[in-house]
């Protein structure tokens, strides 16, 4: 297979996810922008496409630090935000075996690397409805990420807010994380699920 074929497949899929995930774009970027303004943190949108959280929009914060988070970029799933929340809103089973599948080598020092210790923090992020990579994708930038879902309660997508991490003290992510949440929440409901209403399962991938 030549590099120019391989370069035209990859370009193909990433068509293809654009495509069938435009409605969810389309709902999700106004939301964000008024995420953004109300908590000053760049804002995106993402969904998983074989094993990877798949960035599909952004909203940056006005005179922020542009970040690394270019549409298309595949983020791996156990040490982004994104990735992480997305894992946790599977039955367990599921995301286990993804993460056997895909890896889960260390990134940085703060990676959650083990299984041990990537199940514990999915039970953490399906209890409190939103996950943290603190430094654990790249060092010194923190994320908070919330779920999408859609029809079925199955999740579609995930938010998440990105900053450095000396600018977000760890006292001030739960007011964050609530702000995001609240604004997934809007999206999700719609995207046709009912409003206030969310699909989280309990931990082990039981119905929560």
Same mark, same amino acid.
């Given at each position: 297979?030549?590099?120019?074929?391989?370069?035209?497949?990859?370009?193909?899929?990433?068509?293809?996810?654009?495509?069938?995930?435009?409605?969810?774009?389309?709902?999700?970027?106004?939301?964000?922008?008024?995420? $953004?303004?109300?908590?000053?943190?760049?804002?995106?949108?993402?969904?998983?496409?074989?094993?990877? /959280?798949?960035?599909?929009?952004?909203?940056?914060?006005?005179?922020?630090?542009?970040?690394?988070? =270019?549409?298309?970029?595949?983020?791996?799933?156990?040490?982004?935000?994104?990735?992480?929340?997305?894992?946790?809103?599977?039955?367990?089973?599921?995301?286990?075996?993804?993460?056997?599948?895909?890896?889960?080598?260390?990134? $940085?020092?703060? $990676?959650?690397?083990?299984?041990?210790?990537?199940?514990?923090?999915?039970?953490?992020?399906?209890?409190?409805?939103?996950?943290?990579?603190?430094?654990?994708?790249?060092?010194?930038?923190?994320?908070? =990420?919330? =779920?999408?879902?859609?029809?079925?309660?199955?999740?579609?997508? /995930?938010?998440?807010?990105?900053?450095?991490?000396?600018?977000?003290?760890?006292?001030?992510?739960?007011?964050?994380?609530?702000?995001?949440?609240?604004?997934?929440?809007?999206?999700?409901?719609?995207?046709?699920?009912?409003?206030?209403?969310?699909?989280?399962?309990?931990?082990?991938?039981?119905?929560?």
């Amino acid at each position: 297979m030549t590099r120019r074929y391989r370069l035209g497949l990859s370009l193909l899929r990433l068509g293809d996810l654009a495509v069938s995930n435009i409605g969810l774009a389309d709902i999700a970027m106004p939301i964000l922008r008024e995420l $953004t303004q109300e908590i000053g943190m760049t804002s995106r949108v993402a969904m998983m496409d074989d094993g990877f /959280a798949v960035v599909i929009g952004r909203v940056d914060a006005p005179g922020a630090i542009r970040f690394d988070a =270019a549409l298309g970029r595949r983020e791996r799933p156990h040490c982004s935000g994104v990735g992480k929340v997305l894992l946790a809103a599977m039955p367990r089973p599921s995301a286990l075996a993804l993460l056997e599948r895909v890896g889960h080598a260390a990134r $940085t020092p703060k $990676t959650l690397s083990t299984p041990d210790l990537l199940n514990a923090d999915l039970d953490r992020i399906a209890t409190r409805h939103y996950a943290l990579d603190d430094e654990e994708d790249h060092e010194g930038i923190i994320c908070v =990420a919330a =779920a999408l879902f859609g029809h079925g309660g199955q999740a579609v997508g /995930a938010v998440s807010v990105t900053t450095l991490k000396q600018l977000l003290p760890a006292e001030a992510v739960p007011t964050i994380a609530a702000a995001l949440v609240r604004h997934a929440d809007r999206i999700s409901a719609a995207l046709a699920r009912p409003a206030g209403r969310r699909a989280w399962r309990g931990v082990g991938g039981e119905p929560g």
